[in-house]
């Protein structure tokens, strides 16, 4: 299975290789994923409402020049689906539409955890949309700057925090707010989910599913 994801944001080559490492690590065997980098040059950073609306129209621009005969799916690598449309080109897949889904589907109540607030709020803004407000209970902003998705051991600090008000809250699972985080196992008090793995395993046994019937 192969699978084509575009950077939210003109990243650099080293965290251009991270992130497709990391793919290739966390994919399940029998799918590809292919990263590409962002063609405009801005946004650099998800940093103000301003970039996440400039994120989304340029994923738009991006996804039109992909050769679709070479891929079965395309996933934005972003939590917060740009160039995604729910009920829109089913060639396009959302991270957080396909994981959240599931995860209502599995009866939990689901918390959030987001570096900072313009991403936050286009996260909430999200879910929303989506239809699962009622099985949400928050979001969580840990307030680091775009140097901290490389850095695990930062990020990971800061969700210990996070993550015990979203289970003052209700919570019965976390959704970490970055689909290029390395999570590290801990003794956080709810699971945190890395949604780019989630998605990656949901899309794959999808696929399997339809082709076994």
């Known amino acids: 299975m192969r699978v ?7 990243v650099t080559e080293a965290e251009f290789n991270r992130r497709q490492e990391r793919y290739d690590r966390i994919s399940p065997e029998g799918l590809k994923v292919t990263l590409v980098n962002f063609i405009q040059l801005d946004p650099k950073e998800l940093e103000t409402p301003e970039d996440v609306v400039a994120s989304d129209l340029g994923l738009i621009a991006d996804i039109g020049s992909i050769n ?3 891929y079965d799916f395309l ?3 972003c939590v917060l689906d740009p160039g995604f449309r729910k009920g829109g080109d089913e060639f396009v897949v959302g991270m957080l539409e396909c994981v959240m889904s599931d995860l209502v589907n599995s009866g939990h109540q689901i918390g959030a955890v987001t570096r900072n607030d313009a991403i936050g709020a286009e996260l909430v803004r999200r879910i929303d949309e989506y239809g699962y407000s009622a099985n949400f209970v928050g979001n969580e902003v840990i307030n680091l700057g775009f140097d901290a998705i490389s850095n695990e051991e930062l990020w990971h600090s800061s969700l210990e925090t996070a993550v015990e008000k979203l289970a003052a809250k209700g919570a019965s ?10 999570l590290i196992e801990s003794r956080l008090v709810l699971e945190v989910v890395d949604p780019a793995e ?3 395993d949901i899309i794959f046994s999808h696929k399997k599913v ?3 019937n």
């Open 198 to 200: 989630m998605a990656l």
């Open 4 to 10: 084509i994801s575009i950077t939210p944001v003109h």
């Open 75 to 77: 996933m934005p690598d």
């Open 173 to 182: 699972i976390v959704i970490n707010g970055c689909s290029a985080v390395n």
């Open 210 to 212: 339809l082709e076994t």
């Open 68 to 70: 679709r005969r070479d």
